[in-house]
């Protein structure tokens, strides 16, 4: 598993969380930002650019606090188009495709 997807290590090795509470915060990322590419997809349909933001920016914070680097990373990107009011596409499928393979990432941690 690339650290840049998921650096568990370097985040436990931090000493802030127990591996224990790293797996829960885990479970908790994975339950609760499944959906957040497809939440943040419907509310720029439907012009609601500040909730589209507010979902990336909490679905970025949450990454970065769990060592979802790139998460983090593409997720920053696509709050700054969405807050500029720039052509978001490209960056929103970018999004997409690294939540996706995050989520992944972190599933194959639960199982290590």
């Known amino acids: 598993m690339s650290t840049e997807m998921l650096d568990w290590q370097g985040v436990l090795a931090a000493g802030t969380l127990q591996r224990s509470e790293y797996a829960a915060r885990i479970r908790d990322f ?3 930002e499944r959906d957040t590419a ?3 997809s419907a509310a720029l349909m439907q012009g609601d650019a500040e909730k589209a933001r507010q979902l990336v920016h909490e679905n970025r914070m949450r990454a970065n606090e769990l060592g ?3 998460l983090a990373a593409v ?11 720039a052509d978001n596409t490209v960056s929103l499928k970018q ?3 690294v939540a996706m393979d995050t989520l992944l ?3 194959g941690f639960l199982t290590l």
């Not at 997720?75 to 009011?85: D, K, Q, S, T, V």
């Open 105 to 107: 990432a972190m599933s």
């Open 68 to 70: 979802a680097k790139k």
């Open 38 to 40: 497809s939440l943040v």
């Open 75 to 85: 997720g920053m990107f696509l709050e700054m188009a969405i807050r500029a009011g």
């Open 30 to 32: 994975i339950a609760n």
């Open 95 to 97: 999004f997409e495709s």
